[in-house]
């Protein structure tokens, strides 16, 4: 069998060299995967210059079904799948939706709980979400924001573990701006804009001698 790559979700922190990341790999490539363009409405305005100057930048939604299944594993008696079936898959993913627990000891550190805070008052920071990048092949590597995740389990063991489940996901691709302290996701996203301004001019060389075909003279 000929190499396959399969999409994955990676959670990483502020460095990416740092703790290890919480990554899901999709154990089966969903068949399908829906992208939707969402392009503001321009400016209205009576000048014609401000009619044709673009408004907020145009976001892009992911939307697939991931597939989950523990029979392979438990019939070659794997532990994991044995004890919790995939349930460590879709515990992994549930982790990419919620803060980050590190909440706790900041609040705790605000309110001057681990030591003399010197009776000035601290702002409680707000919660982070994770930090999450979409990979989907060579040239599809993109940082997203996860919107909603629907889990249906379909099937349990006897300890009522799911072993067979599908993940509905639906992301918009985070634009990174400029002053942006997220080093990884700009990377990822100049990345895999590049690509695809390679493949829009490598198309350029499929359509020549049809241009050509559609001049009458």
Do not use: H
């Amino acid at each position: 069998m000929g190499f396959l790559m399969r999409g994955a979700l990676i959670e990483y922190g502020s460095d990416f060299m740092g703790p290890i990341p919480n990554v899901v790999i999709f154990q089966f490539n969903p068949e399908t995967l829906t992208r939707t363009v969402q392009i503001p409405p321009r400016p209205t305005s009576g000048a014609s210059r401000e009619t044709t100057q673009a408004g907020e930048p145009a976001v892009e939604k992911i939307s697939l079904t991931a597939k989950f299944s523990a029979a392979d594993e438990m019939g070659e008696n794997k532990a994991l799948a044995r004890l919790f079936g995939v349930g460590t898959r879709l515990a992994a993913l549930e982790k990419m939706v919620y803060p980050s627990n590190d909440l706790l000891a900041a609040i705790g550190a605000a309110l001057g709980l681990g030591g003399d805070s010197g009776g000035d008052r601290q702002v409680i920071p707000r919660e982070k979400l994770p930090r999450i990048l979409f990979i989907w092949g060579v040239y599809r590597v993109l940082p997203v924001v996860l919107e909603s995740m629907s889990i249906t389990e379909q099937q349990y063991d006897f300890l009522l573990n799911p072993v067979q489940a599908e993940v509905s996901l639906s992301m918009s691709v985070n634009a990174m701006d400029m002053c942006s302290d997220d080093a990884v996701a700009k990377g990822a996203m100049t990345y895999s804009n590049m690509a695809k301004d390679a493949q829009a001019m490598a198309n350029l060389a499929n359509t020549v001698e049809q241009i050509v075909e559609l001049i009458p003279f």
